[in-house]
Each structure stands twice: as C-alpha cells, then as structure tokens.
C-alpha cells in the first residue's frame, strides 16, 4: 500500500476499498513538478510541523500562499481529496505520487475555509484549478499557512528544488531524478 494509499484509508474510513491493487508506473528521470501555488518557497525543514520537517511523510518545500488557490502542478490522477478540502493527493502519469496539503493542522477547520473545485479519482491537467482556500480565514482560525509540497514516494529519488522565495503558480517547483 503506497503512503496516498495510507492517507486515503485515514480520511475516508475503508482500508479494505483502498488495499486494491494498483497498476504502479516507475517514475520517469528529470520530471518537473510545477509550483501548485503562488507564494514564498522555503525549504521544508523550515516548516513548523515536525513530521513535515524531518521529511517523514517525504521531500519537498513548504509555500506560504499569498493566493488561495491550488492548482494541478502535474498530468495526473487526483488519487485523494480530503472531504474538507485542506489535502490533495495526485498521482502523475509518470508516477510520482505528491502531497499538497493546504496549512497545517487545518483538518480541524472541517472545510470552512474550503472550496474544492475538483473530484477524488478525476485526471487532470496541470494548471487545472483544484481547491480554492481564504487566506485571512484560515489565519484568524489561528492556524498556520504553510503549505507543503511533498514528494510521498521518494525512496530512490533525487528531489531538487528549483527556486526558492517568491514563486507563480506553474513555474517550475521541483525536479526528480531516479
């Protein structure tokens, strides 16, 4: 069971629906992750959560939105959508499975600051409007804005950010190596 796999058991209550098989894709060398959100790139061992920090849960960066808006970084499979909107799961057609996970501990906030424009298992394109967020709601929650990026299965991979600060949605984030 790959981690998405893990994480789509957590949120939806049915492990067994989620141990079916799947057909999984060797990850391409050099593939590009675009940046799935505007704000400011730092690295994720500066993010405030210690899972995320210590890389548990995988490689990437945090963003600090200045946008509340999430958009598709890859050509892929929405594999999981939190039913609250503040987690996005994508398996792209190369096979890399990421993590967009919108503020921290921000579950707790049951989707009121949330608004899913996409569907669990849908394939999108990248630049395809995913989740949109409000920023200052999220905040006065007293939550945390920070929002990983993270490459979930990223045992024999090289993952290099490709810019750090500001940043656009669909520049170029990251770049894995096999």
């Keep these: 069971m790959s981690f998405l796999d893990k994480i789509k058991s957590a949120f939806s209550g049915d492990s067994k629906k989620n141990e079916a098989v799947k057909e999984v894709k060797e990850v391409k ?4 992750i675009l940046a799935p959100l505007t704000g400011e790139v730092k690295d994720i061992k500066e993010c405030s959560d210690p899972v995320f920090a210590q890389e548990i849960v995988g490689k990437g960066v945090i963003i600090i939105p200045t946008e ?3 958009y598709a970084p890859v050509d892929g499979k929405i594999s999981m959508l939190a039913e609250t909107g503040h987690a ?3 398996t792209s ?4 499975e990421l993590l967009i996970h919108i503020g921290l501990d921000t579950v707790e906030l049951e989707g009121k600051p949330f608004d899913i424009k996409a569907e669990n298992n849908a394939y999108v394109k990248r630049g395809d409007l995913l989740i949109e967020f409000n920023i200052e709601e999220i905040k006065a929650a007293g939550k945390e804005i920070q929002s990983p990026v993270i490459i979930t299965n990223t045992d024999d991979k090289t993952i290099t950010s490709l810019k ?3 940043i656009n949605h669909g520049e170029d984030l990251l770049k894995i190596e096999a």
């Design 29 to 32: 060398a050099n593939e590009i």
């Design 68 to 70: 509340g808006k999430v």
């Design 88 to 90: 996005v799961g994508i």
């Design 93 to 96: 057609d190369d096979g890399t």
């Design 164 to 166: 750090l600060g500001q």
